[in-house]
């Protein structure tokens, strides 16, 4: 996507406040433990090798480098002075290593910045380029000089923000806009959310999101569709059943969605964080979040079972090692008249072994990202042809890969 004009900011003045409400050394110290994690799974060791302490390199040290920096910078008079400063340089145009630095801290405790009043906690919009969309049609037309009566949402995942789509130069969104094959382009737009709140908070969030946008949309809209990365897939799910419950109109336009990496049921990510408090750190997956022990943030403990509802996670202690299954707990079937496909990824060659597919992505099985379970009455009705995984590839690759933009473009291409 092309990148908005002017001088773009690093470090924002609320950026500076919001860090001064936090206590410095518990920050600097989630920061290393999210940044080892991070490199863990980028450096794509063997599932049980030897984690690594290093730090991360290039835009990602970048941003681990300037929460730290930001931190250590913190004194108890800055409170003050800079809170007066806060609503000044707010809306300035924001780098995407300072967006980067906010999702990321976000997706570790956005629960706490918002339940704290924190202005760095990540308030849900509708973007295009970074920048939020006013939903109106009057505004929406002057942001969308040609919009397209085909809508394509993005939906990212934990610890991410709508700016990192693009990896390694490509963004499927930006590559399906520009790809010739489509006779009406799309207009993509892209969902950007704290993602330390719980699924179900973010998901009825954006339920009344899509609602409003589709009724401000410039022109007839003709179909939706709707991209959701790992804990973005969870998000749209719990978004459709908000919306039923509802009766939002936009299901009606909603032709499909697509999962990349979404753990359906549940992710290892979150699981090994409690699995590895009492059994050591055996994974260099999972030994950073094994250590964050309680102060992991409502986003992730929701992953651990795929929470999409409010009552999956009410009066449960989110912490538990284990949980007794609710007996009134809601199956969350994917939303009808919908085709969903999903793709799943596979660190390893392709072997078919009963550890590669456990394993998965590094985070999230393959059983999950397809919506397998040994329970049929609560596996996800995928059919296979609407499957795919790719191989020697981890949960980030999903976002860049060729095979897996050949694989979305296909589906897309198919007829409703």
């Known amino acids: 996507?092309?990148?908005?004009?002017?001088?773009?900011?690093?470090?924002?003045?609320?950026?500076?406040?919001?860090?001064?409400?936090?206590?410095?050394?518990?920050?600097?110290?989630?920061?290393?433990?999210?940044?080892?994690?991070?490199?863990?799974?980028?450096?794509?060791?063997?599932?049980?090798?030897?984690?690594?302490?290093?730090?991360?390199?290039?835009?990602?040290?970048?941003?681990?480098?300037?929460?730290?920096?930001?931190?250590?910078?913190?004194?108890?008079?800055?409170?003050?002075?800079?809170?007066?400063?806060?609503?000044?340089?707010?809306?300035?145009?924001?780098?995407?290593?300072?967006?980067?630095?906010?999702?990321?801290?976000?997706?570790?405790?956005?629960?706490?910045?918002?339940?704290?009043?924190?202005?760095?906690?990540?308030?849900?919009?509708?973007?295009?380029?970074?920048?939020?969309?006013?939903?109106?049609?009057?505004?929406?037309?002057?942001?969308?000089?040609?919009?397209?009566?085909?809508?394509?949402?993005?939906?990212?995942?934990?610890?991410?923000?709508?700016?990192?789509?693009?990896?390694?130069?490509?963004?499927?969104?930006?590559?399906?806009?520009?790809?010739?094959?489509?006779?009406?382009?799309?207009?993509?737009?892209?969902?950007?959310?704290?993602?330390?709140?719980?699924?179900?908070?973010?998901?009825?969030?954006?339920?009344?999101?899509?609602?409003?946008?589709?009724?401000?949309?410039?022109?007839?809209?003709?179909?939706?569709?709707?991209?959701?990365?790992?804990m973005g897939g969870l998000v749209t799910r719990s978004a459709c059943d908000f919306a039923q419950q509802a009766g939002h109109g936009w299901l009606r336009a909603l032709k499909k969605i697509i999962f990349l990496g979404t753990p359906h049921f549940g992710a290892p990510l979150e699981r090994g964080g409690n699995w590895v408090n009492v059994i050591l750190d055996t994974s260099p997956y999972t030994a950073a979040f094994a250590r964050l022990a309680k102060i992991r943030s409502a986003g992730i403990t929701d992953l651990r079972h795929a929470d999409v509802h409010d009552a999956d996670w009410e009066q449960q202690d989110r912490f538990a090692s284990s949980r007794k299954a609710k007996a009134n707990a809601q199956i969350s079937p994917l939303p009808i008249g919908v085709k969903c496909y999903a793709i799943a990824a596979v660190i390893g060659k392709k072997s078919g072994s009963l550890a590669g597919n456990i394993l998965g992505d590094g985070l999230v099985p393959v059983q999950s990202a397809l919506g397998l379970h040994d329970d049929p009455a609560r596996a996800l009705a995928i059919p296979k042809s609407r499957q795919w995984i790719g191989y020697e590839m981890n949960h980030m690759d999903l976002l860049d890969r060729k095979d897996v933009y050949a694989r979305i473009k296909k589906w897309l291409l198919e007829k409703t």
């Not at 409170?79 to 707010?90: K, M, P, R, W």
């Not at 970074?130 to 002057?142: H, N, Q």
């Open 1 to 230: 996507m092309p990148k908005t004009g002017g001088k773009k900011k690093h470090l924002h003045p609320s950026d500076l406040h919001g860090a001064s409400k936090l206590a410095v050394d518990a920050t600097i110290g989630l920061t290393n433990l999210v940044e080892v994690m991070h490199h863990n799974i980028l450096r794509a060791p063997n599932i049980f090798g030897t984690p690594t302490e290093s730090p991360t390199s290039g835009i990602t040290g970048f941003v681990y480098r300037s929460i730290r920096g930001v931190t250590r910078a913190m004194g108890g008079g800055l409170d003050l002075a800079l809170g007066q400063l806060t609503g000044l340089l707010s809306q300035e145009p924001s780098s995407s290593e300072r967006e980067a630095v906010v999702s990321a801290l976000n997706g570790v405790m956005g629960d706490h910045l918002v339940a704290s009043n924190n202005p760095l906690a990540i308030p849900m919009q509708l973007r295009r380029d970074g920048v939020a969309l006013a939903l109106t049609k009057k505004s929406l037309a002057r942001a969308i000089p040609q919009p397209s009566g085909k809508i394509l949402l993005l939906v990212h995942g934990l610890c991410m923000g709508d700016l990192q789509w693009e990896r390694n130069g490509h963004d499927h969104g930006a590559a399906l806009v520009a790809d010739p094959a489509f006779a009406v382009p799309f207009t993509t737009v892209y969902l950007r959310y704290d993602s330390g709140q719980h699924i179900s908070t973010n998901g009825r969030a954006f339920a009344e999101l899509i609602e409003t946008l589709l009724k401000a949309w410039p022109v007839p809209v003709e179909e939706l569709n709707i991209i959701g990365h790992s």
